[in-house]
C-alpha cells in the first residue's frame, strides 16, 4: 500500500504513539459517523428539541442501554474532538505556546469528559421541575 | 480569500474540515455543559431550551447540522483515500457525491428544524 495521503494528515511514519492516535481518530471517526449521526436524527429530526426538557432527558436514560449508547458516544467525542484540535493547535504554533496550548487542551478534554460522565451517570429517573 | 487561493478542490475540502471540525468541537463544549445543568438545575436548562427553540437558535441548530454532516461525510471521504490510496484519483469525484448527499439530506433536516421558527408544522411527523 503507498503511504501516502492527500487528505487529512499523512499517515505517521515514525510508529508508537503518533500512529496510534492517527488510527484512533479514524476509529472514532467511523464509530461517531455512526453514533452522532444517529444521535442528531433523533433528537432533531424525530423529535423537537424545543420540546426536550430535563424531564425529557431524564425519561431517555431511564434506559441503560441509552445511558451506555450516549457515554460510548461521549468518550469518542471528546478523544476526536480535542484530538483534532490538537492538530490545529500544532498546525498554527511551535515551541512553549504549541506545549501550553496542548496541555491546556488535555485538561479541558478531561474536564469535559469528567463532567459528561458524572452527568450521565447521576442523572435522575425522574425530574420534576416546578413551573 | 478561500475561493481566489488556487489550492483547488482538495484545499477547499481541506478548509472546510477544519472550520467544522472547530466549530463542531465548541459546540461540544457547550453541549456538555448544557446536559450537565439539567441534571444540577432542570428548572433553569428548561429555561435555556426556549432560546434554543428561537428563530436564531433554530437557525444556529441548522448552522451546527451542516457542520455535522459536511464533517461526517469528508471524513468518510478521507478514510477511503487513507485505506484505498488508488481511490485518491477520484478524490474530486467524491468531494462532488459529499455535496450531493450534503444537499439532499441537508434540505430534510433544514425543512424540519426551521418550520417551526415560521409558525409553520413541522412536515416530518414520527409521532414525535
Redesign the interface.
Same mark, same amino acid.
Not at chain 1, 4 to 8: H, L, M, V
Given at each position: 500500500? @503507498?503511504r501516502?495521503?492527500? @487528505?487529512?494528515s499523512a499517515?505517521p511514519m515514525s510508529g508508537g504513539f503518533e500512529l496510534a492516535v492517527w488510527y484512533l481518530m479514524?476509529l472514532t /471517526? %467511523?464509530g =461517531?459517523?455512526v453514533l +452522532? %449521526?444517529a444521535h !442528531?436524527t433523533i433528537v432533531? %429530526?424525530?423529535?423537537?428539541? /424545543?420540546?426536550?426538557?430535563?424531564?425529557w432527558?431524564a425519561a431517555r436514560w431511564s434506559s441503560a442501554a441509552w445511558r451506555t449508547v450516549d457515554w460510548l458516544m =461521549?468518550s469518542f &467525542? +471528546?478523544f476526536h /474532538? !480535542?484530538m483534532?484540535?490538537r492538530t &490545529?493547535v500544532q498546525d498554527y504554533t511551535t515551541g512553549s505556546t504549541r506545549m501550553v496550548l496542548t496541555m491546556l487542551l488535555y485538561l &479541558?478534554a478531561f474536564l469535559?469528559f469528567a463532567?459528561?460522565t458524572?452527568? =450521565?451517570v447521576? !442523572?435522575?429517573d425522574a425530574?420534576k +421541575? /416546578?413551573? | 480569500m478561500l475561493l481566489r487561493y488556487r489550492g483547488g478542490e482538495g484545499m477547499l475540502a481541506w478548509a472546510f474540515h477544519r472550520i467544522s471540525g472547530v466549530a463542531i468541537w465548541a459546540f461540544i463544549l457547550l453541549h456538555v455543559l448544557d446536559i450537565w445543568l439539567a441534571n444540577v438545575n432542570p428548572k433553569v436548562y428548561d429555561e435555556l431550551l426556549t432560546l434554543y427553540g428561537s428563530p436564531i437558535g433554530r437557525l444556529m441548530e441548522t448552522a451546527l447540522f451542516a457542520a455535522v454532516l459536511y464533517h461526517a461525510l469528508n471524513g468518510l471521504r478521507i478514510i477511503i483515500m487513507d485505506f484505498w490510496p488508488s481511490v485518491t484519483r477520484y478524490h474530486k469525484q467524491l468531494w462532488y457525491a459529499n455535496w450531493v448527499l450534503f444537499v439532499v439530506v441537508g434540505v430534510v433536516f433544514a425543512v424540519q428544524i426551521m418550520a417551526p421558527a415560521f409558525g409553520l408544522e413541522a412536515p416530518f411527523r414520527f409521532g414525535g
Open positions: 500500500m @503507498a501516502i495521503t492527500r @487528505a487529512g499517515r479514524r /471517526a %467511523l =461517531l459517523f +452522532v %449521526l !442528531f432533531h %429530526l424525530i423529535y423537537d428539541p /424545543a420540546i426536550q426538557k430535563a424531564d432527558i =461521549l &467525542v +471528546v /474532538a !480535542f483534532g484540535m &490545529v &479541558v469535559i463532567m459528561g458524572i452527568g =450521565l447521576t !442523572f435522575p425530574v +421541575v /416546578a413551573s | -
